[in-house]
């Protein structure tokens, strides 16, 4: 307007061909930009502008926005120092205004009009609409993020990080927008480290609990060749018109009752009620169910482990049950409400076997720690740690009048102990 005045005054004629205004803040915006000293700095500009505005719920609500000047101090310091030549440069054609705000330097366009004015700032908001919005949230986050002390629980993961990622391929991010998506990209990969891990030891403890029962499975294979060797004698001797049949694989009359298939893992334990009337199984899918007996419907699916369950065992009065985990833990949990009653750390690894004493006020686990533990069941009390074992301990079980118990281990033994509760 200043060039254009004849006179000292604005002529009308004038004031319409520069299109009043709008069209001369557009035009002194233009020239600004087109004097900048570089393709780098023009390129700046439209990270610089995006920066100082909101974009609001939409194209007609967008207004300018202050910024601490901070928020345009980045991880390149080349990149920095061409940024704040080009904020100077449009602060001194009066286009942007620096400011003192409670001790902070801020920086605001100088007129609200250059939102709408500037032609080549409406076209980059419009481009950019869905990406104001999502810096408005992560700049959010971020501060958020510090705020709290920088919690983990703070960061992003998922999809909504993969999102905010791709979003700083195109854009500039602030020191603090840098950190906070680094932060959280570095906390994901720790926590699918650990997932990695966890999937990893698991696996390895399937082979060994596969290995394991192949070879009980082979154990069991002898007994039967000699059961078929009894079984062909016995046909021998029959007398005329007996009948003994030995029928792989099996025949209609001998199939299964019922198949329960409520599991989506390997199957480790199964146990029956003291009544007969329910069945508990433990499986690698990390939950304990319970099965009406008679008809196959799920009763309950108890999911308080982390990991696989090796073990699974009725108390004496059928009201409670215990199982073993990979997660180093046996729980005791009440089997009408599926609340957790107890949970019993006292081991260092994965424990494979549990079992409830006769009269129902101990709990024996066994496991990789090379150990067998008696515990109070009511109260979770250690009250016995068996050491003698040299390898893996695998299966524990209870005399019947519960005066001694016995354990199986990979160190090839079997050891019966006295158990005194005096």
């Known amino acids: 307007m200043f060039e254009r005045r004849s006179d000292h005054r604005l002529t009308l004629p004038a004031y319409r061909q520069i299109g009043g205004v709008k069209g001369a803040l557009s035009q002194h915006a233009e020239k600004t930009y087109a004097a900048l000293p ?13 920066r100082l505005i909101d974009p609001g719920a939409s194209e007609q609500e967008t207004t300018r926005r202050r910024a601490g000047l901070a928020e345009f101090s980045l991880a390149d310091e080349t990149t920095t120092r061409l940024l704040r030549e080009t904020a100077d440069a449009f602060i001194a054609a009066r286009l942007l205004t620096a400011n003192e705000v409670a001790g902070t330097t801020t920086i605001e366009l100088s007129h609200e009009a250059v939102v709408r004015a500037w032609k080549r700032l409406v076209d980059w908001i419009r481009e950019a609409h869905e990406d104001l919005h999502l810096l408005q949230v992560i700049r959010g986050d971020a501060a958020e993020w510090r705020r709290y002390g920088r919690s983990p629980d703070r960061l992003y993961r998922g999809t909504q990080l993969a999102e905010a990622l791709a979003w700083r391929e195109r854009s500039l991010l602030s020191l603090d927008e840098e950190a906070f998506l680094e932060a959280s990209a570095a906390e994901q990969t720790h926590q699918q480290a650990l997932i990695a891990g966890r999937e990893q030891q698991e696996a390895l403890q399937r082979k060994r609990y596969t290995r394991r029962m192949v070879l009980v499975g082979l154990a069991g294979g002898g007994l039967a060749v000699a059961a078929l060797g009894v079984s062909a004698l016995l046909l021998r001797e029959k007398s005329p018109g007996q009948t003994l049949v030995i029928t792989p694989p099996l025949s209609p009359a001998t199939l299964p009752y019922f198949t329960y298939r409520g599991h989506t893992d390997v199957v480790t334990s199964v146990a029956w009620s003291p009544d007969g009337k329910r069945l508990a199984s433990a499986s690698w899918d990390r939950t304990v169910q319970v099965w009406d007996a008679s008809s196959e419907s ?32 046996v729980q005791v949990w009440d089997v009408s409400s599926e609340h957790t009653l107890l949970t019993y750390q006292g081991h260092t690894a994965q424990v494979w076997s549990v079992a409830w004493s006769p009269d129902g006020k101990h709990l024996a686990s066994a496991s990789d720690d090379k150990t067998v533990q008696v515990r109070d069941a009511s109260s979770g009390q250690p009250l016995l740690i068996y050491k003698v074992h040299t390898d893996v301990v695998n299966s524990v079980a209870w005399s019947p009048g519960g005066e001694s118990l016995a354990s199986a281990s990979a160190d090839e033994t079997v050891q019966v102990w006295l158990w005194l509760t005096s």
Do not use: M, Q
Not at 39 to 50: D, G, M, N, S
Not at 300 to 325: E, F, I, M, N, Q
């Open 38 to 50: 570089s393709e780098e700095h023009r390129k700046l500009t439209r990270a610089l502008f995006l």
């Open 298 to 329: 799920p009763l309950l699916t108890y999911k308080g482990h982390t990991s696989a369950v090796t073990s699974v065992a009725w108390s004496p009065d059928g009201k409670r049950l215990a199982s073993a985990s990979v997660d180093h833990t």
